[in-house]
């Protein structure tokens, strides 16, 4: 049974009630959740509700990274609330099935489906979904499952578009993805034991994809500076990272306290790609 992958019975009924009256209350600043899936036309991050109270209730990065840009500083934050990168195969597979699901409608591309998240997550202020059909957008309402995508956290998004390559989807020709298991690894042969030294520090990421290693980074980093010469690779990261690494997703300014010349490479970068790549600081 789908509500099986769910696993509620690990959850309070006081954490549920939690969860739900904190949706709610983000819900005020749309006028609302959605009644019908016609509402999300009108709806800009109709999603960030559900993305806040879900993860309060598996991670609590969100809040923890809300105080932090309450306070405007790092300093005296404490530990960064880290996520236990799933092994649950069934999960995993399962929620892929949820997202292949998604991209199987005959109207359905990677790009309107990232236009699609953007929206729902308020991710930019450029992005519309009025190329998207009404059919299409009930398609992706009746089939997109967030519970599902940080109760099981990997990298799907990395997946997703490779597997669209595979089918002929060209503006992500030649992408292949760190295996995210590699990219947990190599971030914590990197990692020291000060942890709040590296909270200090920048974390740069020269081809950055579709976020595999900052999403393994964001156990330690609070900072990131990344690139890349596929624009569908970054949108998919930047979604990817309000998923689960929020300090990546959304990082102002003024934060105090971190290093300002200290940027740690998990990888180098390549030669003679510097021109044509896309960049965003975060």
Same mark, same amino acid.
């Given at each position: 049974?789908?509500?099986?992958?769910?696993?509620?019975?690990?959850?309070?009924?006081?954490?549920?009630?939690?969860?739900?009256?904190?949706?709610?209350?983000?819900?005020?600043?749309?006028?609302?959740?959605?009644?019908?899936?016609?509402?999300?036309?009108?709806?800009?991050?109709?999603?960030?509700?559900?993305?806040?109270?879900?993860?309060?209730?598996?991670?609590?990065?969100?809040?923890?990274?809300?105080?932090?840009?309450?306070?405007?500083?790092?300093? $005296?934050?404490?530990?960064?609330?880290?996520?236990?990168?799933?092994?649950?195969?069934?999960?995993?597979?399962?929620?892929?099935?949820?997202?292949?699901?998604?991209?199987?409608?005959?109207?359905?591309?990677?790009?309107?489906?990232?236009?699609?998240?953007?929206?729902?997550?308020?991710?930019?202020?450029?992005?519309?979904?009025?190329?998207?059909?009404?059919?299409?957008?009930?398609?992706?309402?009746?089939?997109?499952?967030?519970?599902?995508?940080?109760?099981?956290?990997?990298?799907?998004?990395?997946?997703?578009?490779?597997?669209?390559?595979?089918?002929?989807?060209?503006?992500?020709?030649?992408?292949?993805?760190?295996?995210?298991?590699?990219?947990?690894?190599?971030?914590?042969?990197?990692?020291?034991?000060?942890?709040?030294?590296?909270?200090?520090?920048?974390?740069?990421?020269?081809?950055?994809?579709?976020?595999?290693?900052?999403?393994?980074?964001?156990?330690?980093?609070?900072?990131?500076?990344?690139?890349?010469?596929?624009?569908?690779?970054?949108?998919?990261?930047?979604?990817?990272?309000?998923?689960?690494?929020?300090?990546?997703?959304?990082?102002?300014?003024?934060?105090? $306290?971190?290093?300002?010349?200290?940027?740690?490479?998990?990888?180098?970068?390549?030669? $003679?790609?510097?021109?044509?790549?896309?960049?965003?600081?975060?």
């Amino acid at each position: 049974m789908k509500s099986d992958y769910y696993q509620i019975e690990r959850f309070s009924i006081e954490d549920l009630i939690h969860m739900q009256q904190v949706i709610l209350e983000y819900a005020k600043a749309i006028n609302g959740l959605p009644r019908h899936h016609s509402e999300v036309f009108s709806k800009r991050g109709w999603m960030l509700p559900f993305l806040f109270g879900y993860d309060g209730l598996l991670w609590g990065r969100w809040n923890y990274w809300f105080d932090i840009i309450e306070k405007g500083t790092i300093e $005296g934050s404490g530990p960064i609330p880290k996520i236990k990168w799933s092994q649950d195969y069934r999960g995993i597979e399962h929620t892929r099935k949820m997202i292949r699901k998604c991209l199987d409608h005959y109207d359905s591309t990677i790009d309107k489906f990232a236009d699609w998240l953007t929206w729902a997550l308020a991710i930019d202020k450029e992005t519309t979904i009025d190329h998207i059909s009404p059919e299409l957008n009930e398609h992706y309402y009746r089939h997109f499952d967030l519970f599902l995508v940080l109760n099981y956290p990997t990298d799907y998004l990395s997946y997703a578009l490779s597997e669209e390559t595979g089918k002929g989807y060209k503006e992500a020709l030649g992408y292949f993805p760190t295996p995210f298991n590699l990219s947990v690894a190599m971030v914590e042969m990197l990692k020291s034991d000060d942890e709040e030294t590296m909270k200090r520090q920048t974390i740069g990421e020269p081809s950055v994809g579709c976020g595999s290693i900052l999403l393994a980074a964001s156990n330690y980093f609070l900072r990131c500076f990344a690139q890349d010469i596929s624009r569908i690779a970054i949108r998919l990261c930047r979604i990817q990272m309000y998923w689960y690494a929020p300090w990546f997703a959304y990082h102002p300014d003024t934060i105090q $306290g971190f290093d300002q010349d200290n940027i740690v490479s998990i990888r180098p970068v390549h030669q $003679g790609k510097e021109e044509s790549q896309l960049v965003f600081v975060l």
